[in-house]
């Protein structure tokens, strides 16, 4: 095994300090880890950004890096520290913004998406209250 000097790692990417550290990597050159959140060495689990993803919807490599998601393999590999009891599945977008009171949200996969993808596609438009807690008073219209 590689000695690393504890110097090296603070600039260090955690990809780049995971393949020093001989764990597998998986889709888009990120760490791979099974549905349990444990990568190539069984006393590694490993989630977050550093992590490869799957689409929910395709099961195909998804370059979604967010809190949301972080969290919830961060919830996954800590039911799992000492034994199998929950598992990952693939990979949800949900976003929010604001441009002035405009506020456009969206969840799951685009209407391009989800036709590129071979779904058939019923659009619609609806507003509702904003429950954001940061922008409650504003109606979104960009749903
Ligand atoms: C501008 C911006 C806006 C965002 N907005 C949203 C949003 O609205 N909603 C949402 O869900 N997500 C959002 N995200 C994404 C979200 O911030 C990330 O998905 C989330 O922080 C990932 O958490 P993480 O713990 O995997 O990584 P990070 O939060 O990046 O934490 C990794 C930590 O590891 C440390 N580190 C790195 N290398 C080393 C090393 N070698 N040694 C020791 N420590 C190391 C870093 O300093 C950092 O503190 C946003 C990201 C950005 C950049």
Do not use: W
């Not at 961060?74 to 929950?86: D, H």
């Not at 456009?104 to 036709?115: C, N, R």
């Amino acid at each position: 095994m590689e000695k690393l000097d504890i110097g090296d790692l603070k600039d260090m990417k955690i990809t780049e300090l995971a393949k020093k550290a001989g764990l597998a990597l998986g889709l888009r050159d990120l760490i791979a880890t099974d549905d349990h959140m444990r990568t190539s060495d069984p006393n590694i689990f490993a989630c977050g950004d550093c992590v490869s993803k799957v689409s929910f919807f395709t099961g195909k490599p998804s370059p979604l890096k967010l809190a949301s998601i972080a969290t919830m393999e961060a919830r996954v590999a800590g039911a799992n520290l000492f034994e199998n009891k929950r598992e990952k599945s693939g990979v949800i977008g949900v976003f929010s913004t604001i441009v002035d009171d405009l506020v456009f949200a969206s969840a799951g996969l685009s209407e391009k998406e989800a036709k590129d993808n071979g779904y058939e596609v019923a659009s619609g438009q609806i507003e509702k209250p904003n429950r954001h807690p940061f922008n409650r008073q504003v109606i979104p219209t960009g749903l």
